[in-house]
């Protein structure tokens, strides 16, 4: 059984009058990707910093591997690795020197293994303010996992990111994973999650509204299912298809949404037959979580 890395239960924030986080808990396990999900304002970056003792919670428990990151930060820095945002470098620092600074702090040999992996071997002499978005991110992401911290929190990971430098990180994180290091992930990319995350929580308006792994999400609420059909003929013009509350058209396809789709997609083929059509593309798809999460927005508002 795999041991319980974070513990929050009953969290709270308050800026002012303001409450940030509404009483959340939630617990990761050893060898997760844990994400959190949300717009901007939900309240995801304040439970990140008091997850990484920057801040202090107004209530509720937090613990990271039995430590209290607002009673105990000094034990921190050995147990987490975290990715901001926006780094603090200086815009001088070469990549060679931050890695061997973050290196010396930790009381560890110099990891440029990691510059190597992350594609960054070539940029050892160049400035932090010379690097391109993709290249500060990756280096952002050696220097948090440079000591092998069994919990690594990144804020908005690749944001910004070319498809190629979100590619490495993503196989990066998974190798994390795989080797035992537990990773939250603070994103609203949905993609992103539904790529990477084992369980997600989705956070609104400061509480946790939905959490379960995303496929256990994208089949909770309406649950329909999409229902892409393109035929030679016009024979799908008339609807009455098996649990189709909705059917819409988007370029040459029928598109259905369906609370029964083996059967919609039976009565769909038989019709096309009969009506000695060709049956030119189908395509059945889960919702996304996408869908899920505009869904328990509108229910939230």
Same mark, same amino acid.
């Given at each position: ?56 919670? #107004?209530? @509720? /428990?937090?613990? &990271? *591997?039995?430590?209290?990151?607002? !009673? $105990?930060?000094?034990? %921190?820095?050995?147990? =987490? ?96 994973? #795989?080797? @035992? /290091?537990?990773? &939250? *992930?603070?994103?609203?990319?949905? !993609? $992103?999650?539904?790529? %990477?995350?084992?369980? =997600? ?51 040459d396809y029928r598109i259905y949404y369906s609370s029964d789709p083996g059967a919609a997609v039976c009565e769909i083929i038989a019709r096309i037959n009969e009506a000695g059509e060709e049956l030119e593309d189908l395509r059945v798809e889960r919702p996304s979580l996408e869908e899920r999460f505009l869904e328990l927005t509108q229910e939230v508002h």
């Amino acid at each position: 059984m795999k041991d319980m890395v974070v513990m929050v239960k009953d969290f709270s924030k308050q800026y002012g009058g303001v409450t940030a986080v509404d009483g959340i808990s939630f617990t990761v396990k050893e060898g997760e990707i844990f994400a959190l999900l949300g717009p901007n304002g939900a309240g995801k970056t304040s439970t990140l910093e008091c997850l990484e003792g920057i801040r202090k919670q #107004d209530g @509720g /428990t937090i613990r &990271i *591997l039995d430590v209290d990151p607002a !009673a $105990e930060p000094g034990k %921190l820095p050995q147990l =987490v690795g975290v990715q901001l945002q926006q780094a603090a470098l200086p815009a001088t620092i070469k990549v060679e020197e931050a890695i061997k600074l973050f290196s010396a702090y930790h009381g560890i040999k110099p990891r440029f293994d990691l510059l190597e992996r992350l594609g960054l071997q070539d940029k050892m002499q160049q400035t932090y303010q010379s690097l391109s978005t993709g290249q500060k991110r990756r280096l952002a992401l050696a220097l948090a996992v440079a000591h092998n911290p069994k919990l690594v929190i990144l804020d908005e990971p690749t944001a910004g990111l070319d498809v190629q430098s979100r590619v490495t990180l993503h196989q990066v994180l998974r190798e994390l994973r #795989d080797a @035992g /290091t537990t990773i &939250i *992930l603070s994103t609203h990319d949905m !993609a $992103e999650v539904e790529s %990477l995350a084992d369980r =997600v929580a989705i956070m609104l308006k400061g509480k946790i509204v939905a959490s379960g792994t995303p496929r256990e999400l994208t089949a909770t609420g309406n649950g329909l299912t999409k229902i892409s059909v393109r035929a030679t003929g016009q024979s799908l013009l008339q609807n009455g298809f098996a649990g189709v509350v909705k059917a819409t058209v988007q370029d040459d396809y029928r598109i259905y949404y369906s609370s029964d789709p083996g059967a919609a997609v039976c009565e769909i083929i038989a019709r096309i037959n009969e009506a000695g059509e060709e049956l030119e593309d189908l395509r059945v798809e889960r919702p996304s979580l996408e869908e899920r999460f505009l869904e328990l927005t509108q229910e939230v508002h």
